[in-house]
C-alpha cells in the first residue's frame, strides 16, 4: 500500500519490504524496519546473537527474546495509524478543502478528483496515460507507482543515477553537485536494468542451487532405504535362529534386537541430521530470494537500496557455498553394510548369536614384543592402544598397522579414555595422571593407595566417567571422580582380588576378576554371582551389550577356552584348545 496524503512516503516505508512499516522495530543505529522483515533476515542467518543493519551494517545485540523484543518506534507506528485510516485528497485542485481522490495517474503522479479525472481525460497528450480508480488501490488490487521528482526542481524528474552516493538525482542537480565532485553519472533505465539482471541471475542461481539440494535430500532417502532393508534382513537372521532355541534364547534374542534398534536409531539419525541441514538450506534460500524479489516491485532509493544491496550480498555469499557432498549419506550406509549377524552353532549355548561389526582377524603380530603391559580400545573404536613400558603407548588399526606413539617417556600401566576424549593412565608406579586428548599432561592429582598399601589392580571408567581402582592385596576399589583429589567412595571386593575391573555401562554393575573367578557386584558393591572353572584362570572383556566373554586360560599346558553362560548358574565347564566365542551376561 502506498501513502494517500501530502506526508512523504519515503518517510513511512521499511527499506526492505517497501511498504508501510508494520510493527516498526528500531536498530541502534536508529534505522528502522517492519518486525517481520527483520525476522525475515535473522532466519537467514540462524544462530547470531547479533543482527545487521541492512542499510549501514551497524551491529544490534538480539535480546533474549528476539527481534520482537526490540525497541518499537511508537511514534513512527503512530503515524503510520494515522494515514491508514485517512483518504488521499485531490493533489490537483488548488481550493483549501479539496475533495477526496477517487482515481490516480501512474503518469502524472497524482491523485484526482472527479472533476479533474474528467478534465485529464480530455487533455490530448494525456490520453494515453494510466489511471487507476482508488476502490482497486483499497483492496490492494493494484499498486501505486511514485513518480521521482527532485525535491529541489519539481518538475525535473530524477532520471538519472549516481553510483557513488547510491541515489537518484536530477540532470540539473548532477551538473551543479556530483559533476562538480567527480562523480560518475548513469542513466536511472540503464541502471534499473542491471539491477533487473542481477535479481534475474541470482534467481537462477538460487533455482539451480535448490535443485542440487533437493537431489541431495532424494539420495540421502534411498539411503534411508537401503539401510532399513538391511535391517530387516538382519531381523530376519536373528528371528529364524531364534526359533530354533525358543525360549531359553528369549532374553539373549532381546539384547540383539536391542542393538539392532540403537543401529538403526543412531544411522537414522545421522541421515536425518543430514536432511534437517539440507532443507535448513532450502528455507534459507527461499527466505533470501522472497526478500531480494522486492527489489522488483519499484525502483530502489536510499535506504531500500542499500538494504536490497545487502540482502544481494547474503544471497551471494550463501550462493557460494559447496553443494552438499553425497559422500557423506553413503558412507552411511557403507558402515551399515558392514553389519552382519554371526550365529552360533554350539547347541548347549545359551546365545543366539552376535551382530558382527568388523572383519575379525587372529594372529595379528604386533611390533612390542616382551614390552606389552595393556592393551585397550580408543574411544573412537577405529585403533586399539597398547601399553609397552617406556618404549611409549601405540596406537594400531584392527590389522596390526602402526598408527601413532605417545607418552613415549611414561611407564604405562594401564590406560582407560573418558567419554570427552580424555585418557586416565595409571604408571607402573601405580599413580594415575589425567592427559588431554591431544595428551598433554593435566594439573590434576588422584589421592590412590601406593603400592605398598594395596598392590597393583585393574582400572576402568563406568558411563558416568566415575573412575574405578583396583587394589590386589587391599582387596577394594576406590572410585575418584575426573577432577582428582581424593576418593569419593570405597567398595569391598567381600575378599576377592580386583585384579581385572570392567564396568556395564547399562546396569551399572561392576565385573571384576581374580586368579580363579569372575564375580559381578551391584551398584553398591554387592555380590550378586560368581562364575568359575577348576584349574583355570579367566580373562574377560565387556561386549557392548554388557555381556562378558571369558577365556579360560590353563597356564601349565597353554591352552584357552573361550565361553560363556550366566553367573548364576555357576555351572562348571569343560576347557578346551577351541576357539568358542560366548558370554557372560551379569543379571
Not at 543482527?51 to 523484543?69: D, M, N, W
Not at 536511472?188 to 539440494?213: G, P
Not at 557455498?321 to 547347541?347: H, W
Not at 588422584?446 to 583396583?470: P, W
Request: charged share 30%.
Amino acid at each position: 500500500m502506498a501513502m494517500f496524503h501530502q506526508i512523504s512516503s519515503q518517510n513511512l516505508e521499511c527499506p526492505i519490504c517497501l511498504e508501510l512499516f508494520n510493527q516498526p522495530k528500531s536498530l541502534i543505529c536508529s534505522h528502522t524496519f517492519c518486525k517481520d522483515c527483520l525476522e525475515s533476515i535473522f532466519q537467514t542467518l540462524p544462530n547470531q546473537q547479533t543482527i545487521a543493519c541492512p542499510v549501514c551494517r551497524g551491529e544490534t545485540p538480539l535480546p533474549s527474546g528476539g527481534v520482537s523484543k526490540l525497541q518499537t518506534n511508537v511514534p513512527l507506528s503512530s503515524l503510520v495509524d494515522e494515514v491508514k485510516t485517512k483518504s488521499p485528497t485531490c493533489s490537483v485542485c488548488e481550493m483549501d478543502e479539496k475533495p477526496p481522490a477517487v482515481s490516480y495517474c501512474q503518469d502524472c503522479g497524482k491523485y484526482m478528483c472527479k472533476a479533474c479525472e474528467k478534465s485529464h481525460s480530455t487533455w490530448t497528450p494525456f490520453s494515453i496515460h494510466t489511471i487507476v480508480a482508488m476502490s482497486e488501490v483499497f483492496s490492494g488490487k493494484v499498486s501505486i507507482k511514485r513518480r521521482r521528482k527532485c525535491k529541489k526542481h519539481p518538475h525535473e524528474d530524477k532520471d538519472c543515477f549516481c553510483p557513488n552516493c547510491r541515489e537518484y538525482t536530477c540532470s540539473k542537480c548532477w551538473m551543479l553537485k556530483h559533476l562538480q565532485e567527480g562523480h560518475k553519472l548513469e542513466e536511472a533505465a540503464i541502471h534499473e536494468e542491471k539491477l533487473m539482471r542481477n535479481i534475474d541471475e541470482l534467481k537462477e542461481r538460487t533455482k539451480s542451487k535448490k535443485t542440487t539440494v533437493e537431489t541431495h535430500i532424494e539420495f540421502i532417502e534411498t539411503q534411508r532405504n537401503e539401510i532399513k532393508t538391511m535391517l530387516r534382513k538382519l531381523n530376519d537372521d536373528i528371528d529364524k535362529t531364534y526359533e530354533e532355541y525358543m525360549k531359553l534364547l528369549s532374553a539373549r534374542r532381546e539384547a540383539l534386537k536391542c542393538q539392532v534398534k540403537r543401529l538403526s536409531e543412531k544411522f537414522e539419525k545421522e541421515l536425518q541430521t543430514m536432511e534437517e541441514e539440507s532443507r535448513q538450506s532450502v528455507n534459507q534460500m527461499d527466505a533470501m530470494e522472497e526478500l531480494v524479489n522486492n527489489g522488483m516491485k519499484v525502483p530502489l532509493e536510499k535506504d531500500a537500496l542499500f538494504a536490497h544491496d545487502t540482502l544481494c550480498e547474503n544471497l551471494e555469499s550463501f550462493l557460494g557455498r559447496d553443494d552438499p557432498d553425497d559422500q557423506s549419506a553413503r558412507g552411511v550406509t557403507e558402515r551399515a553394510q558392514k553389519i552382519s549377524f554371526r550365529r552360533y552353532v554350539k547347541v548347549n549355548e545359551l546365545c543366539l548369536g552376535d551382530l558382527k561389526r568388523w572383519d575379525a582377524k587372529a594372529d595379528v603380530e604386533l611390533p612390542v614384543k616382551d614390552s606389552m603391559n595393556c592393551m585397550t580400545r580408543a574411544r573412537d573404536g577405529k585403533m586399539m592402544v597398547v601399553g609397552s613400558g617406556h618404549g611409549g603407548t601405540h596406537f594400531y588399526s584392527p590389522d596390526g598397522e602402526l598408527q601413532q606413539t605417545v607418552l613415549k617417556n611414561v611407564c604405562v600401566g594401564n590406560i582407560v579414555f573418558l567419554s570427552d576424549g580424555r585418557s586416565v593412565v595409571r604408571c607402573s608406579h601405580y599413580n594415575m595422571s589425567l592427559y588431554t586428548p591431544q595428551w598433554e599432561k593435566l594439573d590434576v592429582t588422584f589421592k590412590t593407595m601406593s603400592y605398598d598399601e594395596g598392590g597393583h589392580g585393574g582400572i576402568c571408567v563406568d558411563r558416568d566417567d566415575n573412575i574405578y581402582v583396583g587394589y590386589e592385596m587391599a582387596k577394594k576399589v576406590q572410585v575418584f571422580t575426573p577432577q582428582g583429589g581424593k576418593t569419593v567412595r570405597e567398595i569391598s571386593c567381600d575378599g576377592h582380588m580386583p585384579l581385572q575391573l570392567f564396568s556395564c555401562h547399562t546396569t551399572g554393575k561392576l565385573i571384576l576378576t581374580d586368579t580363579l573367578e569372575v564375580v559381578c557386584l551391584d551398584g553398591n558393591g554387592k555380590k550378586e554371582n560368581v562364575l568359575e572353572e577348576e584349574g583355570t584362570s579367566p580373562w574377560p572383556a565387556v561386549c557392548r551389550d554388557d555381556s562378558v566373554i571369558v577365556a579360560w586360560l590353563k597356564h601349565e599346558e597353554g591352552l584357552a577356552d573361550n565361553d560363556h553362560g550366566n553367573v548364576s548358574s555357576n555351572q562348571q565347564r569343560e576347557s578346551g584348545v577351541s576357539y568358542l566365542p560366548g558370554t557372560f551376561q551379569p543379571t
